[in-house]
């Protein structure tokens, strides 16, 4: 029976390309110079830190161009509020992984709502669709696609 999985992750090592590039860009930038600014990645975490609000923006213009040429959806993070002090501004992003209950239960009912020949499970982090035809599933994936979801979606495990 061909299935398909819906899921939404991030390539963390493209994320940590985009970093590296972003500061290396910024240790560059005449605006930036004895600034201190820098852009830490962790596991799930980007952190920025700089001298002030202003430059905290730029720095996060700059990450966002970067990973969108790394092909990272911009809507996979969740970007926090701006913390500042007397020397210091810092932003903490954080990347998210996987479907969210909430968003797995919406795409469930989208593609029943519709009435296609397919059964849509919820499987943890992910939703598997199976249906008895690949063109069943193929109306599935562009149903989805045009649902207006913010999360970057990947359609993976396309079996036969």
């Keep these: 029976m061909p299935s398909f999985d819906i899921v939404s ?4 090592q493209e994320v940590r390309n985009a970093v590296d590039q972003a500061n ?3 240790s560059t930038r005449f605006d930036f110079k004895g600034a201190n ?3 830490e990645h962790t596991e799930e975490n980007i952190k920025l830190t700089a001298k002030n609000e202003f430059q905290l ?5 700059i990450l966002e161009n ?9 809507g996979s993070l969740t970007i926090g509020k701006i913390n500042t002090n007397l020397n210091e501004a810092r932003q903490e992003i954080t990347i998210k992984q996987g479907i969210d209950s909430e968003l797995a ?3 469930v009912k989208a593609i029943k709502d519709n009435k296609l020949k397919v059964q849509a499970a919820i499987q ?8 008895k035809k690949r063109d069943d599933l ?3 994936i562009a149903l989805i696609r045009q649902q207006k979801i913010e999360l970057p979606l990947q359609f993976t495990n396309f079996r036969d």
Excluded at 9 to 12: C, G, K, S
Excluded at 57 to 61: A, I, P, R
Excluded at 124 to 131: A, I, K, L, S
């Design 9 to 12: 992750e991030v390539n963390l």
């Design 24 to 26: 290396r860009e910024i």
């Design 37 to 39: 600014a820098i852009i």
């Design 57 to 61: 923006k730029q720095m996060l213009d």
């Design 66 to 74: 970067k990973l969108i040429k790394r092909g990272i959806g911009i």
């Design 105 to 107: 239960k919406k795409l």
């Design 124 to 131: 943890g982090e992910q939703v598997r669709v199976t249906g």
């Design 138 to 140: 193929q109306e599935a």
